[in-house]
């Protein structure tokens, strides 16, 4: 059993830290803190992720992009495990993930809500750019976006609109 | 094309090539616990923990069809989205707590056809009849106008999401994770449902009457959540369920606050019912048809795969 050591990667893991994100393709699994452990043992891997939201169809095909890029590498049994404690929080998207979400136009999020569950009846206020020209003169247009991990604004300045990814 | 993605370009490559990790969306059946450690705590009754599962469970499923039925319907385009991704998180949540009821006890597991490819938690969503679900009546109740949908959210979420803070903790590790997931998720859902009711509430004349009217449908059917069952009671005393009526207070502070900042007055109706509900499987006369319209195209197809 090989398991990556400090500062050691082991080449499944390098390899599954190749697969991206299918709808933020800019966003490696590492990049979006969803690839939690890789352990290898000769020819067999086991890769264990953790689901972002409960119903993300996205799941599925990341699973099978590790399962593929694994095949391709060499490896004969693969298995990918989920890992459901702790659950994912967009705390854990790497600053090299905020940086690639920034670069293609969307907006990173900012930490998330620790502590008691809080009511907001207000809308939510983010502290945030518009990732296309930098204004903070942006207006939130709903909490729900195109998928489940997004909300959807628009920049009063430049008029644009943008995606946000959510604090979870 | 110098980027031509391989990998997902031509959602046909999977099936010319017979290779199967590039089907697209949706068509794989892996275990949505696979790796999970599913054995059962001591001190916990597996049947008994499959039968609270499938209540909460059920709940999820049946809310997050009746609410993507908004889906293309909504007021707006933002709202469509909002409901549907609400919809989307409920089914995530039911696909999970349906999969552990299996888990914990196959038993209930509908059976299928020998060779059938459909997971468990699909059996039990699309392959048990109307009398084996344990949802409560509150969830399949038609959705009625935009303002009769945000109020039955509204205190719906209020009350899952008291629920899933409290089994954020549950004595079943996997119980306990499935809810503190959720905990995240319905919190985005009642602040959706607490805004769009303080909205209709001071907006115009017509928004304030249709909300009232709406709270008035909803009220009476609202105490339904929080009537305990003895599969809940027994579930609190193993440690890891939670006695519904417990969480009254705490939910109650929630609506009042909404109710103030919307300048709305608590509805004088009483609580309908006091008997054995959806819990015990006696459901209304609309959940058959939603059952029809949601397992027609699976049934017909038992060895379908997708």
Same mark, same amino acid.
């Given at each position: 059993m090989v398991t990556a050591l400090a500062g050691e990667q082991s080449r499944a893991r390098k390899i599954a830290s190749t697969v991206v994100d299918p709808e933020m393709p800019m966003l490696t699994l590492v990049d979006l803190g969803v690839l939690r452990d890789v352990t290898e043992d000769g020819d067999h891997v086991t890769v264990t992720i953790t689901p972002t939201y409960s119903g993300c169809p996205a799941m599925a095909t990341m699973r099978d992009d590790l399962v593929h890029a694994l095949t391709d590498a060499g490896y004969v049994e693969i298995k990918v495990r989920i890992s459901l404690s702790p659950a994912w929080s967009s705390d854990w998207i790497t600053e090299r993930g905020r940086r %690639?979400?920034?670069?293609?136009? &969307?907006s990173a !999020?900012?930490?998330? #809500? /620790?502590? !008691? =569950? %809080? &009511?907001?009846? #207000?809308?939510?206020?983010r502290a945030i750019d518009c990732p296309r020209c930098g204004s903070d003169d942006v207006r939130l247009t709903s909490e729900f976006g195109p998928t489940a991990c997004k909300a959807l604004y628009q920049c009063s300045d430049c008029l644009e609109p943008f995606e946000h990814v959510k604090e979870i | 094309m110098d980027d031509l993605d391989l990998d997902h370009d031509s959602v046909y490559d999977g099936l010319l090539g017979g290779d199967a990790s590039q089907w697209a969306f949706g068509t794989d059946f892996e275990d949505p616990l696979a790796g999970v450690d599913t054995t059962i705590p001591a001190g916990v009754d597996g049947d008994l923990l499959a039968a609270y599962c499938l209540m909460l469970g059920d709940d999820a499923l049946i809310y997050a069809h009746r609410l993507s039925e908004w889906t293309s319907n909504a007021p707006d385009l933002e709202d469509d989205i909002a409901l549907a991704n609400i919809a989307l998180d409920l089914l995530g949540q039911a696909r999970l707590l349906l999969a552990r009821a299996a888990a914990?006890? !196959?038993?209930v597991v509908p059976e299928l056809p020998e060779g059938s490819p459909v997971p468990p938690e699909d059996a039990l969503a699309f392959f048990r009849d109307e009398h084996a679900f344990r949802n409560v009546g509150y969830v399949e109740a038609i959705? $009625?106008?935009?303002? =009769? /949908?945000? =109020? +039955?959210?509204?205190?719906?979420?209020a009350h899952r999401l008291a629920l899933l803070q409290r089994l954020a903790v549950s004595a079943d590790p996997v119980l306990s994770a499935i809810a503190a997931k959720g905990v995240k998720e319905v919190t985005y859902h009642r602040d959706y449902a607490g805004r769009w009711f =303080?909205?209709? #509430? +001071?907006?115009?004349?017509?928004s304030r009457r249709r909300l009232v009217a709406g709270l008035r449908t909803v009220w009476s059917t609202y105490a339904e959540l929080s009537r305990p069952t003895e599969v809940e009671m027994r579930a609190a005393e193993q440690g890891f369920g939670v006695d519904p009526a417990t969480l009254t207070d705490e939910v109650d502070a929630v609506i009042e606050h909404v109710l103030a900042t919307g300048g709305i007055e608590r509805p004088d109706v009483p609580p309908s019912g006091t008997g !054995?509900? $959806?819990?015990? $499987?006696?459901?209304t006369e609309v959940m058959g048809l939603l059952l029809a319209e949601m397992q027609v195209v699976a049934r017909a197809h038992p060895r379908g795969t997708w």
């Open positions: %690639q979400l920034r670069d293609h136009g &969307l !999020p900012g930490p998330a #809500a /620790t502590g !008691p =569950v %809080q &009511l907001s009846l #207000a809308p939510i206020r | 914990a006890d !196959p038993s959705n $009625g106008d935009f303002a =009769v /949908t945000i =109020v +039955r959210l509204l205190l719906f979420s =303080v909205t209709l #509430a +001071r907006g115009t004349e017509e !054995p509900t $959806g819990r015990n $499987g006696r459901h």
